[in-house]
């Protein structure tokens, strides 16, 4: 089969052949149709993420839409390595094929499963409750979109988004914008004001800088008569891996700080989330902007920056 093949860490893949996948018993021959250019699989295929491992050469993806033998359209992943969803074929494990519901082309389901599951989850993670303020680091990125209407979907009272590209959430439904391009006084002195107003959860796709900042906000708008709890959910590290954590960051703030991913969640609540993705994308009520490309071009978009639009390759 043709398929998108990492040969060298780091480096883009190759469309080549590959061998096709060996279907062992509980999995289910998958024909490819769509796979989303998610950020994590970038990072598993050039060994930078914590479940990054195995044998090259591979194929990338870790999940994508497709055709069972009997016609049916199904989102799946979980893959054996060296398989990845990146091929015209795919040995799914059928416990991990959800079904496509009508209302939702394979291109849209490939790109917002990932990101939208990432966006659910960690707003379960942070346990957002109804009538609560939310701030959302990396809000102005494809899963930063998504977990604004998310947030919504689960009752937020008020939103608000911070990211570097705030023209990508013009149009977005949230009640305030922090623009992490700007100088850090600036940042800073607008998450004070949001802090004295309260936050209740963070979701935190970027980490680094911007994250230090935030937590500097929280410590200094410490009220010994009034404290406030906030829970931090850590979701991705665009801006950077590590952190400087001061010690009277955890004495100034009630903070509950968690993760959300795979290591995080139970596999079973991740997938849960699918479905319920699934029936909002196709009732319309979830969106997002799709950049589909053909299988053959994935050595040309694999580094593209990607500017608030969900890359999916189509076989």
């Known amino acids: 089969m043709q398929a998108a093949v990492v040969n060298v860490l780091g480096e883009a893949p190759k469309y080549q052949s590959f061998p096709d996948p060996e279907v062992q018993p509980g999995e289910v021959l998958v024909k ?32 994508g839409v497709g055709r069972l033998p009997d016609g049916r359209r199904v989102y799946f992943g979980m893959l054996r390595r060296p398989w990845g969803t990146m091929a015209e074929f ?29 966006a659910w989850v960690s707003m ?6 109804i009538g609560e303020t939310v701030l959302i680091l990396g809000a102005t990125g494809v899963a930063g979109q998504l ?6 979907t689960l009752g937020a009272k008020r939103v608000i988004a911070a990211g570097r590209n705030v023209a990508a959430i013009s149009g977005s439904n949230v009640d305030a914008v922090i623009g992490l391009a700007e100088p850090e006084e600036a940042i800073s002195e607008v998450l004070g004001k949001e802090v004295a107003s309260g936050i209740d959860v963070v979701i935190d796709y970027v980490w680094g800088r911007p994250a230090e900042l935030t937590l500097e906000a929280l410590a200094k ?14 979701v991705g590290a665009m801006a950077g891996r590590s952190i400087t954590l ?19 969640a139970k ?7 699918i ?21 053959a071009e994935v050595e040309s978009v694999w580094n593209r920056v990607e500017k608030g639009r969900r890359i999916v390759l189509t076989i």
């Not at 394979?106 to 939208?116: C, H, T």
């Not at 379960?124 to 409750?129: F, K, N, S, V, Y």
């Not at 977990?147 to 919504?152: D, G, L, V």
Request: proline share 7%.
């Open 147 to 152: 977990a604004i209407q998310i947030a919504r």
């Open 275 to 295: 479905p319920k993705l699934f029936e909002q994308a196709a009732a319309g009520k979830l969106t997002i902007d799709v950049d589909p490309v053909p299988l």
């Open 221 to 234: 708008g410490f009220k010994a008569t009034a404290t406030h709890a906030t829970r931090y959910v850590e």
């Open 90 to 118: 795919a040995a799914a494990p059928v416990k991990m094929c959800t079904p496509v519901p009508d209302g939702l082309d394979d291109v849209r389901a490939a790109a917002i499963a990932n990101p939208g599951m990432s």
């Open 124 to 129: 379960q993670r942070a346990e957002l409750g």
């Open 32 to 63: 490819v149709r769509a796979a989303g250019l998610h950020q994590v699989v970038k990072a598993i295929a050039s060994g930078a993420h914590y479940s990054s491992g195995g044998g090259l050469p591979a194929v990338p993806g870790v999940d």
């Open 246 to 264: 001061p010690a009277e960051v955890l004495r100034a703030v009630d903070l509950t700080l968690k993760g959300s991913g795979f290591g995080a």
């Open 267 to 273: 596999i079973d609540v991740i997938f849960a989330a």
